[in-house]
């Protein structure tokens, strides 16, 4: 059984920044590529980030060059900092992991987890 759960959301004023953590439940090395993603009211779920254990990310076009995904296996979290942050930022975001292996008795490997989210929200 894999849990992620999110925090470090809150209000915060444009320009500022807020890291977000994702702690996972289990073992952070049986997930392979990791995920931030967002939705605000009324639009569709974003992919923000994603991390691969070769070391590759991916950022959507609209936070490249202000937020940075990681990953730290010892803390077994992972993280998003945003920096500069707009109001166009605000959301609930979510972490996403997918196991590359599996105990016996336990999901198989390739099976998706996801946190509760997290609220982001970015104003004056």
């Known amino acids: 059984q894999v849990q992620l759960v999110e925090s470090g959301g809150g209000l915060v004023q444009p320009g500022r920044f807020l890291r977000l953590s994702c702690a996972v439940s289990?073992?952070?090395?049986?997930?392979?590529?990791m995920s931030w993603y967002r939705q605000a009211p009324g639009n569709e779920r974003e992919l923000v980030a994603s991390?691969?254990?070769?070391?590759?990310?991916n950022y959507a076009d609209s936070v490249k060059g202000r937020f940075l995904i990681s990953r730290d296996n010892a803390a077994n979290t992972m993280y998003l900092q945003m920096n500069s942050l707009k109001p166009e930022d605000t959301a609930v975001y979510y972490c996403?992991?997918?196991?590359?292996?599996?105990?016996?008795?336990?999901?198989?490997?390739?099976?998706?987890?996801w946190g509760q989210g997290t609220q982001v929200t970015v104003s004056s």
């Open positions: 991390t691969f254990p070769d070391g590759r990310t």
């Open positions: 289990g073992n952070i090395f049986s997930l392979g590529k």
């Open positions: 996403t992991g997918v196991t590359t292996w599996a105990p016996k008795g336990a999901p198989p490997a390739g099976t998706s987890y």
